[in-house]
């Protein structure tokens, strides 16, 4: 497992930590130290549109590089975050950390594609949570349309009635939103129709399994043509085949993320991968093969 997460990571974490309140406060005492110390950075996974081949946008993913042990997934601390109520200010610097960088890339001259920010349900339980991303985006310049949040079906379901509020507080900023994990949760279709998103992500476990379960097939099928029928974009996570990709091209799937076009990248890596991207999308657009 470790193994598939990349060089230099090192999977520390033991399921018995969660029963050890030892364990726990310890964890939480260095990701006070941690967030106290900028030891988080982000990783971004490109997000590509299937027809074009264009890098339409960016999922931020965050990673904690702790000294001692080195890079840690978001698997292993973002729930003990949410606990000891760090997930607040963690969150906060997530966000205003993937606009500026998003910024940045634009101001640089390259390509401009969107950056999506996973929100915690906890986040997104404040209610003042659209008066931050209002100011996160006029302190660092981006513009809201390159600002998408993702939001988990499960999260959004929690309190259905609340999150078409919120969702509304936060559209009319004029940022994208999308439901994550599509597919995992208990969507009522009433509420679907009514929550102001613009994109549902079909969750990975789906999308793994095109080519080996009729019964994934035929509930990613779904999704996508759900999507299409509410007027949403739809976009598959976990992309790792042509065959799979092949599938959702078939059915006229949006976009796509995944290993199969890229892992999820260090900063560094993303303005090469935007420029290469552009333009070999150019080059297909003028009808020149690759
Ligand atoms: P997610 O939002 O569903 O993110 C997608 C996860 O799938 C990422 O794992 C990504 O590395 C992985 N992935 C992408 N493509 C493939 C593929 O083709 N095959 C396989 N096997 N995996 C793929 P990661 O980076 O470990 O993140 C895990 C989860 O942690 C995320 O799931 C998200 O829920 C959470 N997370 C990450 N960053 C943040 C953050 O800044 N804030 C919050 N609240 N949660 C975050
Ligand atoms: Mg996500
Ligand atoms: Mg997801
Ligand atoms: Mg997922």
């Given at each position: 497992r470790a193994k598939d997460m990349g060089r230099n990571t090192f999977q520390f974490y033991q399921p018995e930590m969660n029963t050890s309140v030892g364990a726990r406060l310890n964890l939480e005492r260095r990701l006070r130290r941690a967030l106290r110390d900028g030891e988080f950075l982000l990783h971004y996974q490109p997000q590509v549109d299937i027809e074009t081949g264009q890098i339409v946008g960016m999922e931020a993913l965050v990673r904690w590089l702790d000294p001692e042990v080195g890079l840690v997934p978001p698997s292993a601390f973002i729930p003990v975050a949410e606990e000891s109520g760090l997930i607040g200010p963690l969150s906060e610097w997530v966000l205003r950390e993937a606009c500026r960088q998003n910024k940045a890339w634009q101001d640089e001259g390259l390509p401009p594609a969107r950056v999506s920010v996973n929100l915690s349900a906890r986040q997104f339980q404040q209610r003042d949570i659209a008066k931050l991303v209002m100011a996160i985006l006029e302190e660092t310049g981006l513009e809201p349309q390159y600002l998408e949040l993702e939001l988990t079906e499960s999260t959004i379901m929690?309190?259905?009635?609340?999150?078409?509020?919120?969702?509304?507080?936060?559209?009319?900023?004029?940022?994208?939103?999308?439901?994550?994990?599509?597919?995992?949760?208990?969507?009522?279709?009433?509420?679907?129709?009514?929550?102001?998103?613009?994109?549902?992500?079909?969750?990975?476990?789906?999308?793994?399994?095109?080519?080996?379960?009729?019964?994934?097939?035929?509930?990613?099928?779904?999704?996508?043509?759900?999507?299409?029928?509410?007027?949403?974009?739809?976009?598959?996570?976990?992309?790792?085949?042509?065959?799979?990709l092949d599938f959702l091209k078939e059915r006229a799937c949006n976009e796509m993320q995944g290993y199969f076009f890229a892992r999820p990248m260090p900063h560094d890596a993303i303005p090469e991968m935007l420029q290469q991207a552009g333009a070999l999308s150019a080059r297909a657009a003028a009808g020149v093969p690759a």
């Open positions: 929690r309190n259905a009635e609340e999150a078409v509020t919120m969702l509304a507080e936060l559209h009319a900023l004029g940022i994208g939103l999308a439901i994550d994990d599509f597919g995992t949760g208990y969507s009522s279709l009433s509420y679907l129709k009514r929550f102001p998103v613009d994109r549902l992500k079909i969750d990975r476990s789906f999308v793994s399994d095109i080519g080996a379960s009729s019964d994934d097939e035929t509930i990613t099928s779904a999704i996508i043509a759900l999507a299409h029928s509410l007027q949403l974009q739809v976009i598959a996570e976990g992309v790792e085949t042509a065959a799979q």
